[in-house]
């Protein structure tokens, strides 16, 4: 046979079958995705409803673009664009008071809720089970939680895919002081209010009166300033909130100062610190009274850098770097308390507010998302 003509059915082969295992490859990828949009469809939990209840705190978008709300005391809620999905503790919730969803990289929704976190595969929720574990890791694929304002123990748990850990924080350098101050405080000093993952792979906690908490993936390290958890004029503010801006440098829970957050901590007698300089922020932000700078509860960078912080009462601030523009949230004449802001995975901003429901980002303002 001719050397060229062998040549080139070789090369034809080869073509043909790689156009046939790409495109096998991407039918079966498609069908996938839609089998596992089509779950809901044999479901036999849940019931379908018209509406949203109002005191919605969380959004979340899952891998299939399905929206899922979570309320403060009627459970949670799927949306996937025609129909909603109503889950409550009937239907195998610990509780209905939700604090956050997150999702792992095989589709598995977990709700974090009062009673503790339960996963959902698209059929059914199952409770996970903690146990009281020293085993601090950083993986990659691991989950973190925190269990904020119920009877259970406080976070954080790591979720490893087999075995969720309830973990212990190292002794902070302030705790025989704080409880010789506060004896009779109903919460830990170490209850972590926000949970967050920085563009090189640290887990950040914010605590609620012993600032803010570092895991490297070997040392637990500490930043504590008053002013993060003590609010001008009285009372405990803790650490809601952590962002890290474009410039890998982090704001946490107040516009006033941001961090520039250096790698190796500071090694003392008693305790381990991280290291820091502070720099000005958001000059001249203030209360809408005008007596205080602004503190924000939930923060999201969007797909060109810029954060958004929302705030409790104070609307939500945009920052580019340079500039603020500020965005009132409405319910006719009322503000709205907010409580969480999220990007979703086309862009888009989403607030979770108290009791006005759930708010979307139009562009221009934030309106109020009607099904």
Known sequence: MNLSLLYFRTSLFFVV?????????????????????????????????????????????DQNENYWFGSDGSGVYQYDGETILHFTSKDGLSNDRIRGIKEDNFGNVFITNLGGIDKFDGEKFTHL???????????????????????????????????????????????????????????SPYEPYTIFKDSKGNIWFGTSNFGLCRYDGKTVSWLYEEHLTMMEGGGSFGIRSIIEDRDEKFWICNTNYRYDIQAIPIVEKDKILIDYKREKGMENLKSFDGTSYLYFMSAVKDNAGDLWLATYSEGVIKYDGTTTTRYSVKDGEKDVTLFSIYKDK????????????????????????KL
């Open 346 to 369: 086309e862009g888009n901003l989403w607030l979770g507010t108290h009791e006005s429901g759930v708010y979307k980002f139009n562009g221009n303002t934030f309106g109020k998302f």
């Open 129 to 187: 089970t903690a146990i009281e574990s020293n085993e601090w890791e950083l993986n990659p694929d691991d989950i973190w939680f925190s269990i904020l304002g119920g009877p259970l123990e406080t976070g954080p748990y790591r979720y490893d895919g087999k075995t969720l850990h309830h973990l212990k924080f190292p002794k902070h350098y302030m705790e025989d002081e704080y409880y010789d101050n506060h004896p009779n405080k109903s919460w």
């Open 17 to 61: 079958l790689s156009l046939t295992l790409s495109c096998s490859g991407q039918n079966k990828a498609i069908e996938s995705k839609k089998a596992a949009q089509s779950k809901n469809t044999s479901l036999t939990i849940g019931d379908t409803i018209s509406e949203l209840e109002k005191n919605i705190w969380i959004v979340f978008q």
